[in-house]
């Protein structure tokens, strides 16, 4: 605070001023203003606090009760009354963030607890507070070592999230050391259950990943861990995880085995047969290779040996086809012209019997004219056709059957 002794003194507008008098009795002036101070009064310019639409006033009062005052809006520090005033900021909340707030009812002495969804801008009030969350973190050295508490926050993320974590220390069946790297996939499903359960929802993931991966390594020797490793992939191996997430309002959507090392010994004995299986395989590989080559040559040779047979065979048909068609053209043909010789000889006999039909209906009618005319046709016909003046007979006895006649005229 700012004492004066002099007299008069100014207050401008925005400003206000603590005027105490000997006796205790105090005043407040609002600027603009222009007062006198009497020598048994002190002057005190009041301290101006200032909030924006994003931050809110807090006033601790000397009897010990809290004020909050959202802003945008102005107050003064008045040493009588107030023991502090601060200017805080509002909290922000994207869309996948949340806040737990609690709220002391002092009528029912209870305590009330409230999920704040984003987006929004939270300003408490003077009877509220929010949950901070200790949780295990990521260690800054390293990105899959968890450290206890090191994860301290108030604003609840609810989107998918992930974490990578080694689990270390892992003993297979015949006692081999290995460091199992995974990488967990999580999502929350009921903010309710999960403040309810646990205080440490990734100390609970930890700890079930754990119990998962020593739980299978211990029923395997080293090898058939190398060999089964891939099953790390599949959340059927991980119940213990499964249940503890379900009962903390969590789901484990997905864990990926990133890979495991062991000791520098084992691993190099490892390496060594890792490199003579690979030889192996490669030897393998070009055999098979070859045996595929030789099986594709082989299945080509087929494929143009029946390819050939197809097209002679498609070839055959054509000409078959061709001869057929040829033969059944040049029938055809001769059917026509048959036929065509029949029509004409049908066409010929009927002209020549429908000529002789003609003659005979002529000669009719010209017989029937004659009729009434009076003429005897029997005589007409006789007269028509005359009778020989000569009838030679010629009578064999049949011995000499190669005798000829002649006769002259």
């Known amino acids: 605070f700012l004492l004066f002794s002099e007299m008069p003194r100014t207050v401008r507008a925005g400003e206000q001023a603590l005027i105490i008098s000997k006796d205790g009795r105090s005043r407040i002036v609002e600027g603009p203003a222009r007062i006198f101070v009497w020598p048994s009064e002190e002057f005190f310019m009041m301290r101006r606090f200032s909030a924006t639409q994003q931050q809110y006033i807090a006033i601790k009062m000397r009897d010990g009760t809290l004020q909050h005052y959202p802003g945008p809006c102005v107050k003064f520090l008045n040493t009588l009354t107030m023991e502090s005033v601060t200017v805080q900021n509002a909290t922000a909340l994207d869309a996948n963030e949340v806040l737990v707030v609690y709220r002391y009812d002092d009528d029912k002495k209870t305590v009330s607890r409230r999920i704040q969804h984003g987006p929004s801008v939270y300003m408490p009030a003077a009877d509220e507070w929010l949950h901070k969350f200790v949780w295990h973190g990521t260690d800054p050295n390293n990105k899959t070592k968890k450290v206890p508490g090191i994860l301290k926050f108030t604003k609840l993320r609810v989107i998918p999230d992930q974490f990578y974590y080694n689990c270390e220390e892992v003993r297979?069946?015949?006692?081999?050391?290995?460091?199992?790297?995974?990488?967990?996939?999580?999502?929350?499903?009921?903010?309710?259950?999960?403040?309810?359960?646990?205080?440490?929802?990734?100390?609970?993931?930890?700890?079930?990943?754990?119990?998962?991966?020593?739980?299978?390594?211990?029923?395997?020797?080293?090898?058939?861990?190398?060999?089964?490793?891939?099953k790390l992939n599949q959340l059927e191996c991980y119940k213990q995880l499964v249940e503890r997430t379900k009962k903390v309002g969590y789901e484990v959507t997905k864990v990926i085995n990133r890979g495991y090392h062991t000791t520098d010994r084992l691993q190099k004995l490892q390496d060594q047969a890792v490199e003579k299986r690979s030889k192996l395989k490669?030897?393998?590989?070009?055999?098979?290779?070859?045996?595929?080559?030789?099986?594709?040559?082989?299945?080509?040779?087929?494929?143009?040996?029946?390819?050939?047979?197809?097209?002679?065979?498609?070839?055959?048909?054509?000409?078959?086809?061709?001869?057929?068609?040829?033969?059944?053209?040049?029938?055809?043909?001769?059917?026509?012209?048959?036929?065509?010789?029949?029509?004409?000889?049908?066409?010929?006999?009927?002209?020549?019997?429908?000529?002789?039909?003609?003659?005979?209906?002529?000669?009719?009618?010209?017989?029937?004219?004659?009729?009434?005319?009076?003429?005897?046709?029997?005589?007409?016909?006789?007269?028509?056709?005359?009778?020989?003046?000569?009838?030679?007979?010629?009578?064999?006895?049949?011995?000499?059957?190669?005798?000829?006649?002649?006769?002259?005229?």
């Open 172 to 230: 297979t069946k015949d006692d081999a050391l290995l460091t199992v790297k995974v990488m967990m996939f999580f999502e929350i499903r009921d903010i309710e259950t999960m403040l309810n359960q646990t205080t440490d929802p990734i100390g609970d993931f930890i700890n079930s990943l754990q119990a998962d991966i020593i739980a299978f390594a211990s029923q395997v020797t080293y090898e058939e861990f190398v060999e089964s490793s891939s």
């Open 282 to 409: 490669v030897a393998m590989d070009t055999e098979q290779q070859q045996q595929d080559l030789t099986d594709y040559k082989l299945h080509n040779e087929q494929q143009q040996s029946a390819i050939k047979q197809a097209l002679e065979l498609d070839s055959a048909k054509h000409q078959y086809q061709l001869q057929k068609s040829q033969l059944l053209h040049t029938i055809k043909l001769t059917n026509e012209q048959q036929l065509e010789v029949l029509e004409r000889e049908k066409a010929k006999k009927l002209s020549e019997l429908y000529s002789q039909r003609a003659a005979d209906e002529e000669k009719l009618a010209h017989y029937a004219n004659l009729k009434k005319l009076g003429v005897d046709l029997t005589s007409y016909f006789v007269s028509q056709n005359p009778k020989p003046e000569h009838i030679i007979r010629v009578i064999t006895d049949g011995a000499d059957s190669e005798s000829a006649v002649h006769i002259h005229p």
